[in-house]
């Protein structure tokens, strides 16, 4: 899927550590949404990389979506809750996270069939997978189904 990069505001606060800044102004230059913490290995040691990034998370900068994936959030305006920072939502961000994490899928039958002129609208972020690494993604009430 070809989004354009979210619009997010980064905004650097002075209690931020200096790798946290480092890592938040590669993540806001980024046109990626989804990240891992490998992303960030040449900045730091493995240990201080995490901390930082459980540290974003924390100030809620990042949002985990999964075990070792994280993306950009921001604050609904409305709401004033943490959401997903992607314009296609959720279903951009999982379909960034398998092809990060080198994953094989494609898309479900029920996708394949709205695109065929189906007028079934698929609302689950559903796909199907080669082999058998299935990441568990989730966030919120939204989580990637497996098709068999």
Not at 73 to 80: S, V
Request: aromatic content about 6%; hydrophobic content about 40%; charged content about 25%.
């Amino acid at each position: 899927m070809n989004f354009k990069p979210a619009n997010i505001e980064c905004q650097m606060s002075d209690e931020k550590d200096p790798l946290s800044k480092k890592i938040l102004n590669n993540i806001c230059l980024s046109e990626r949404t989804v990240f891992t913490p490998a992303d960030f290995s040449a900045m730091g040691s493995c240990e201080a990389v995490e901390h930082a990034l459980k540290k974003l998370i924390n100030e809620e900068e990042m949002v985990s979506i999964g075990s070792g994936v994280i993306t950009r959030a921001q604050r609904n305006r409305i709401t004033g809750e943490i959401m997903l920072a992607a314009p296609g939502g959720f279903q951009q961000v999982a379909l960034e996270a398998l092809d990060l994490l080198e994953v094989a899928w494609s898309p479900c039958v029920a996708d394949l069939q709205y695109k065929a002129g189906g007028k079934q609208l698929p609302i689950q972020t559903t796909v199907r997978v080669v082999g058998n690494y299935k990441p568990e993604l989730s966030f919120r009430r939204y989580k990637v189904r497996y098709e068999e």
